[in-house]
């Protein structure tokens, strides 16, 4: 099949990437990219291809973390267990807020998401005797070196990434385009709009939620303040989409390698290093601006923009 | 038979009576034509037929099923498919995904929804533009295009709401063969229209609103001879 050779071609190199014995840093980077790339591609599903924006995919990446961190802290469980553990929490709290805000239509379920990843991190902060608050919750790291994370986060970007594209190419995508192009259109093709908005909320929140759970076990250490952040977690998925391209295959990979390797860059530079949010402001503005389909959507404008200046030059 | 049966239709914005009292059945197999002045009714009844209103009054039965009131996807997958006036081309999709995403309602595979798809698209005459992208089609194939997307549903019922308006000539005989092939393969049609020459061209009968209310019904002939729709719509000339 041609069409899967592009995927496994890049599989089979970011399998073979640690046997070049890269040093631990560089590994980070790529176990960084990778998670978000997971989580890149799930937002896309319900933003991209679905047309619901949620401005608060940190709740689903926050209830996955803390999956993982809770059973630790409590029932003394691996944290590892958090995958299986997330999976269900989060995707009943995505069915009951679908099955309520999806039916409506336009920003209500912006608004809705904007307000549960914030009363998710509020309310995490404030139990402290379940979550033990703004404190965190601390886990012995498996294992010392970065290889073993390095390819379970593969792991589960590549269940991400065939789950997305088994999605987008049946019944279930064109039902989501359908819906993100007009609502009333799809309803009066018999398109149940609320149930679909939900399933692709639903899905979406899962995959996220792993990634989230992926980042206790990795990091070692989570607290509300970060797992739930509106910027740093809700935000820059979006951008590592928009970057990359909206409703696209391999946007979010490209967005999340950008976004990573930018945050990076930008908060090693002296003085305006703080501002590295400031800075990925003007980034999401000019790239609205300029490539409103992202980096992969947007290729070919981009080819002919870049080729004309090569001419001239 | 009676195909589609509206009982005592009212519908009312506030004070309007968008329609007022609307009695009339549409029977199997024919091809009814709504007419009226602008603002008579027409489409609002088209969404109280499929649900994208709940009449305030009265009632509507498809196959002696009452069915005012089920959400419009309910109302499809019963089997009644519409088209938009204004038209709603799933704009970033390409012909063919529009019929696709359409014919996946009775066929789950793809297989079987791609065989409907490329039955629809010959049917309607839009096999050759089905790579395009819908946004990039000329007034008279998107308005085909929502016929062919309706008829992806495999629909026992259609409403077409003006499928004519804007088109030239040449567009319009096209037409008028999809809708007559569309009667031959046995769905019953109401269709909305201004063009008085296709409606007498292509109707078996024919209902006349004006101001939400119905004026008068009956065949080609009795409506151009009807008094009260010559001076409601018609005006002197079709009228004699």
């Given at each position: 099949m041609k069409n899967n050779l592009v995927p496994l071609v890049v599989l089979a190199v970011l399998a073979g990437l640690p046997l070049l014995g890269l040093n631990s840093y560089v590994m980070h980077i790529l176990i960084l990219s990778i998670m978000w790339t997971l989580a890149g591609m799930a937002w896309n599903l319900l933003g991209?291809?679905?047309?619901?924006?949620?401005?608060?995919h940190a709740a689903f990446f926050g209830m996955g973390a803390y999956s993982a961190g809770l059973i630790h802290l409590h029932l003394g469980l691996s944290p590892w267990w958090g995958f299986l553990v997330s999976l269900p929490l989060v995707a009943l709290v995505a069915l009951a807020m679908g099955s309520v805000v999806l039916r409506l239509r336009g920003p209500y379920f912006v608004l809705a998401t904007l307000a549960i990843g914030e009363v998710l991190r509020i309310t995490c902060e404030n139990l402290t005797d379940f979550t033990k608050g703004t404190l965190g919750i601390m886990i012995t790291r498996t294992w010392v070196e970065k290889t073993q994370y390095y390819y379970i986060i593969l792991g589960l970007a590549l269940l991400g990434f065939v789950v997305c594209r088994a999605i987008v190419h049946s019944r279930w995508g064109y039902y989501f385009v359908a819906i993100r192009e007009d609502q009333d259109a799809a309803e009066s093709m018999g398109i149940d709009t609320t149930r679909y908005k939900t399933i692709a909320l639903t899905v979406s929140a899962m995959l996220t939620g792993l990634a989230g759970a992926f980042y206790t076990n990795y990091m070692g250490y989570i607290d509300p303040g970060v797992v739930f952040s509106l910027g740093e977690i809700s935000i820059l998925i979006i951008m590592v989409v928009m970057v990359g391209g909206v409703a696209t295959q391999w946007g979010p990979a490209l967005g999340a390698g950008i976004m990573v390797i930018l945050a990076e860059y930008i908060r090693s530079l002296p003085l305006i290093g703080v501002a590295y949010q400031t800075m990925f402001g003007v980034l999401l503005i000019v790239i609205i601006i300029y490539l409103p389909n992202g980096l992969v959507g947007d290729w070919p404008v981009l080819r002919r923009k870049l080729l004309r200046r090569g001419a001239t030059a | 038979m009676s195909m589609l049966e509206i009982r005592k239709l009212s519908m009312f914005f506030g004070g309007l009576a968008?329609?007022?009292?609307v009695n009339f059945d549409v029977r199997q197999g024919e091809i009814l034509a709504l007419i009226g002045p602008n603002g008579a009714g027409k489409t609002t009844l088209f969404n109280c037929v499929n649900g994208f209103y709940n009449p305030s009054e009265g009632q509507v039965l498809f196959k002696g099923q009452p069915i005012s009131g089920l959400k419009p996807h309910k109302v499809c997958q019963m089997g009644i498919a519409r088209t938009f006036q204004v038209v709603k081309p799933l704009?970033?999709?390409?012909v063919f995904d529009n019929v696709l995403a359409s014919a996946f309602l009775r066929n789950p595979t793809r297989k079987g929804a791609q065989d409907v798809a490329d039955e629809v698209l010959h049917f309607t005459g839009l096999w050759d533009d089905r790579?395009?992208?819908?946004?990039?089609?000329p007034l008279g194939k998107r308005k085909r295009l929502e016929i062919a997307r309706a008829l992806a549903t495999q629909p026992e019922f259609l409403l077409l709401d003006e499928s004519f308006a804007g088109l030239n000539p040449a567009e319009l005989d096209v037409s008028i063969d999809i809708i007559r092939g569309i009667k031959q393969q046995g769905i019953t049609v109401m269709i909305i229209e201004h063009h008085m020459k296709v409606i007498m061209a292509i109707s078996d009968r024919i209902v006349v609103l004006n101001f939400g209310q119905k004026i008068a019904e009956g065949s080609p002939a009795e409506i151009s001879a009807d008094r009260q729709v010559v001076e409601a719509y018609l005006g002197e000339e079709h009228g004699a």
């Open positions: 991209g291809y679905c047309g619901q924006v949620s401005f608060g | 968008a329609l007022h009292d704009s970033r999709m390409s790579d395009q992208l819908s946004k990039g089609l």
